[in-house]
Each structure stands twice: as C-alpha cells, then as structure tokens.
C-alpha cells in the first residue's frame, strides 16, 4: 500500500488586480493506492483539498491490468465546497469517467 500527503503553495507574484484566483494559494493532497491479485487490479484515492477556498475534489479509482499490454479503468471526480473555489465551482457537476491504454 502506497500512502502520499503533501503540501503545495502557489504564489502569484505580480500585480493580481485582473486575476480572481487569492495571491496565495494553499493546498494539501493525499493519496492511497493498493494493489491486489496479484498486482493486476489497483484501488486508489486521491484528494486535493484547497485550504483557501475549503473545497475539495476527491478522486476514486479502480484500474485492472487485463493483459501484459492492456489496463482498463474507471474512476471518478467529484467536487465538493464553495462555488467560487477551485474545485467548488464545479460542486454541481460531478462526474465519471472509464479509460484503456493499450501499451506497445
């Protein structure tokens, strides 16, 4: 099992009179992801949480390993917080998605 947090500061550092995002911006993540049967199907969450705005995206996400070169997966994105935040904004407009990468 996989287990990452980490901190990230954005600082804009220039005049900001046009610019809606704050000067600074704060935000932490998180991250875990486990593998099982055999390393062939990987479970994972992932969080960004803005500190600013106190909105989140959280992210699930299944991905199976069908052949040697062929993964499969599904997730999801799913907004949550203050509709003038980053991730906020988008509080009203979940979604979910399914991908394959195909690997030469």
């Known amino acids: 099992m996989l287990i990452s947090a980490q901190f990230f500061q954005s600082i804009i550092t220039t005049d900001t009179a046009d610019v809606t995002k704050d000067q600074v ?4 993540t998180f991250l875990a992801n486990h593998t099982f049967a055999n390393e062939t199907w990987v479970a994972e969450i992932q969080l ?3 500190l600013n705005d ?3 995206l959280i992210r699930p996400k299944i991905t199976h390993e069908y052949i040697n070169n ?4 599904i997730g999801m994105d799913i907004f949550y ?3 003038n935040g980053i991730y906020g904004q988008f509080n ?3 979604r979910a998605y399914i991908g394959l990468e195909w690997r030469l």
Request: aromatic fraction near 4%.
């Open 54 to 56: 106190e909105d989140v």
């Open 81 to 83: 917080g203050n509709s």
């Open 25 to 28: 911006e704060n935000t932490v």
């Open 70 to 73: 062929l993964i499969v997966w």
């Open 92 to 94: 009203e407009v979940d």
């Open 48 to 50: 960004l949480h803005s």
